[in-house]
């Protein structure tokens, strides 16, 4: 039962997540070294999660001679050189969210990747929720049907580190931040060899007095006609809103990561500790999940990136899978600048897919729009003459 | 405790649920006559209802001598027709929504009314929802600070009668019939002195073989900045979807009005009869609600159309709102086939409404983009400094 | 339409809402006349609710020469002395719960209405929410086939007035107070025919420096062998929390009537005002009702009542019921004391009903105690063995 | 990363479930032999888990040389044999729940545990939800001040295999098959400290024709003057309903671990496969888990038993605890029989318990019985005279 041996880049929020899911539990891999820009942020980032060493040495870290896999938990501006550092070390690279600022530099990592011939996963724990990974099943299982609509929302009132509001350093605002999450649970919903052609996306800056969004809604026209709705915001009050509602010809599909998962608590304010991530308050009526880093897919996401490595295949979420999110959401700042649909442009590794259709029933040379069982047990028909174009009602035994 | 007589305009659906509100609990007013192009349809609702008379005339029904007010439950393209009658006679008129198919029609109506010095309401239920009614207090009362967002979501399967699905009888898709609700909700929340400015929209026909949209969404810009959000679907599958959800600078308001209100019910299938308006089955789990006609608002928009009657003001919803809505759901066919913004065109009456705007906070000559409270009671800020554009944290103690 | 003119005796909180319940909506019944024992509070309440008279004679109230109902919303203790003038003057008599004190008290009551022939109603508003009328109209429908166990669950944080908490004026604590409503749900669910035979109880005083109970807890058995379980307190934070299941042979029924009946919301504090009965906040996550008097009944109980004057009928429930009510708690008290099961004595007007009672299945000899559908779709079927008791698996094919 | 090596006696449900857990994420403990009564079920499991061998040799399993810890997910009644094994072999053991069918066997396997000097788990799954185990730790931080009562819920439609339904082998009906877990989790929210001094219980077979109950409600007095209270069935309709309620002095828990979790589906039934443990059907409204071994408590579980194994303390639920639950169901089935309190029985281990206390607040010589905030910020209080015990209100400043 041979475990892997890493080097953690970055000791911020992500860092603590990351490093606290691999620590968790009965897991074989270990955390051996921590890198982090400032000696005292990487000393008590080792203390607390009982790390043999911190460096404030990148290229120390990377090429600890006992790491075998190194993850980035930095900024956006420097996954770049950190990917290009691991490529040159030979070691396989996990990724955090997102994997560029822009499409061409994701573009740039994923080839130096693929020219070094190392292992790249695309650490987005939100494709890998329990639920999202049990109703993507049952949408491949043919649940609801063919996938037309899947809006994704992700909320919260804002980032905790300084760096994730300047858009020099992230490439932007909330698309950027929280977005990236919501293309990929989208994609994995209506399928990723579906090919997204165009976006609309609205973005406004409505509370905070910054330069980039905090606020967008964005449609992204997928090949098979089916719409991928994505809702971010930085200026959401009461805690973090995390749901994805997937619609289907067959079916829907409603779940809710976060602030509504059947634990309810309240309290006059006597105890004390965290809540929950970007929770407002400590009095009154909490809404605690039970397991954190397993309901925001910290666990199966590295579970299957390990595997993944043990196993020589790829993990579901790849650097192309980071590189097409970043195109995405490049078409989403040019069409809330165009204030029209804008196509995403992008080098397109997926196949073809072909159009949501059904063959409309025919009843008596009729075309039936709907039937609905009356309570007596007969059907309601609404039909259209094909030749007129009328539409009219007829109710029929059942049968 | 006098209350009023009423002619009814149609026996569908809609008249069914506007006749058992009016007629349910100690209601004083009563339908006096009823009419419906056919006969029997016309004898079968004044027998259901206890009504005196029933006609296949609609000018008589109109200048019943015994009833002073008439309720229009017809479809959207013989609404015209009936309100200039009316106007005729004299009388009080409550018509259904949508005012009209285009905002053309619907001022023209607003202008047939107004001529003739009528009392006019505008029938658009959702926006009385006893839970819609108080949270516009609360909002109103400053519970959430500035209004930022409202999105407003209404899905079913698709409507049970055919002349619903010809868009030369309605005006369109599923915008028209349900994207009216939403709109005016919306304006509700955001205040009617709030112009709206323009509408991004995106249609689609993704499920039933007909020329109209089947789903769509669109954004609406008001001129505080705040932004209407509407969704709306004929192709939902699981029963009726009626949701609002209402950010503000200082909180959020959810309201779910039909599936999921605290009444859940699973049965094997053996009892029968009616569970709710669009579910879709009568086995497993079910979700009613208490009393239908309460829920979605029918009682309080009777109340306040009767109420304003008697005490000779406008009632919450008037022609002008119903034309409003019209000029909106315009705004976003236009924005449909142009695949961008387009300017909602109409005749304002409201004010001017200033942008959300705060000042922003300063400390120590950088500008505050956000305070945390910490465990341990301090407090970290997010900090801006307006010279560089450079972002910092601070942790500071209390106060 | 005419209407019905009352005298309300009592101004405090339930006098409120049974005045608002009557001058809502377009309501033709109207108070004309209040009692309350202090001048200023009788003078506020007519204000308040545009009452042409009040006084502070019980007799002149009762006796108004322009009412025909009279509505008691006084303290327990003062019930009996307010039925004796109603029944004199020859009017119908609504009296609020618990109808006594005691089983004793209230079987005096209702033999003082009896002889005197006068119309009497049991206000038991929660056995009117809309929610449970529907829910016990689809149990007699045979939704969820026999009936095997009721859960009716009310607590709140304690009552706002001083004499409640007096179990010298009201009989008892918190089933005095709680109990007498969930023992009339669960007697509607079971069914009033089915008679009451004895009941386990609980109580304790955990909380508020009392004498009486703060909690209670407690099994009613009926004939039919199902089970009645309420569960009361005085204790509980966090609002008002109203709970109804039941559990049924082919189904379940849950209903939240006030804390969860999807309506949220999240506010920083900064408005104000009313939010809902026993709400402990006003920051932080709130849960308001819509229609606070149609959510708890009140609506569709006067309608009932006063349907039941104008068509000669019994309403649905009655001083009999409440006289029930009454011996039921008193065998509650009797069981909390003797620490073990107590008979419920009482006169009792209802017939016999058999015990819910099904004829095992057999297969091949051996009695079927499940069946369960595989995913493949064959059937497993646990049998146990008639002569030695033995059980056992079985998959069979379908059908 | 060492792991351990086990031994898996048992192939029904929990042993899946068991192994699931263990070769699920990263997990380093490997399942090395597994033993059944059956080659067939033994083969089918041992090829299902990907696991070395399996056997029929009941003590060749648990003397596997390579092998350190034995799993027991065996029937009840086979319990104390596999136990004596496991001792003699010298390894750790690890039990399902219950421990045994009485206290009186339960006390004999903790003295076998004990007397060998082995690691002794009680595998109580339920204690280990990860909403447990964070909502214990929230009481434990004084969040809901001192619990007053604990209501713990299990329900569903009646166990999978055929042994579950014959007392003889089992030791009753549905208290001891879910029961166990309830009384489990309350002790866990009680504190384990305070002693369980008497219990009243009802038990009825109300649907199954066999001779255990299949409903059960108990009542359970602790020492601190907290009560306990568990509702199980075997006749549950709907799916499995697993919710636990924690009341405090300040503060109020809710949780539900599975069929309300966020997570919900509506299928037309076109899709195929598994759902959720007990899920009735496949069709309509559907409620899955999200990961089930995780919300199920499983994967904390058995983290905390290899924890304990491998750092020489005491997992977090012993064999004592098992005894201790036993103790109590065995005074449930006296209560049930003698219908009144019965004592708890049993070997005490744990200290003694203060009572739930708190010195009455006085305002002016007179005893607070509440404080109520009203809406203009003045507090109402509720006043008792020490000497009279008379109520009455008095509204005071703030402050």
Known sequence: MDGHSITMLGTGLIGDFYTNTLHSQRGRDRVRMVYSRSPERGAAFRDRWAIPESTTDLAAAVNHPETDVVVIGLPNFLHE?????????????????????????????????????VFAGYLEDLCYTPKSLKAVASVRAGAIGDVTWVRSRETHPGPHSAWFWDGRLTGGGAIVDLGCHCIEIIRNFVGKGNRPLEVLCHTDT?????????????????????????????????????????AGTHGTIWMNHFLRTGFEMFTTGGGSGYIAEKAETSAGWLFPVGDEVSELGYVDMFSDMFRAIDEGRAPQETFYDGYVVNAIMDAAYRSAKARAWEPVELEWRGGSTPRIASTPELYERQVVIKREVLPDGRQKLILKDPTSGDFSDRVIEAG
């Open 206 to 246: 409505l509370v905070h007095p910054i330069a980039d969004e905090d606020n967008a809604v964005a449609l992204i026209q997928f090949e098979s006609g089916a719409i991928g709705q994505f809702e971010v915001s930085w200026t959401f009050r009461g805690g973090m809103d995390l749901r994805d509602e997937v």
């Open 81 to 117: 050189e950190a990917i290009s550092l691991v490529a040159a070390a030979g070691k396989a690279v996990l990724c955090t969210k997102p994997l560029g600022r822009t499409a061409e530099e994701a573009r740039r990592m994923l080839e130096t990747v693929e020219k070094a011939g």
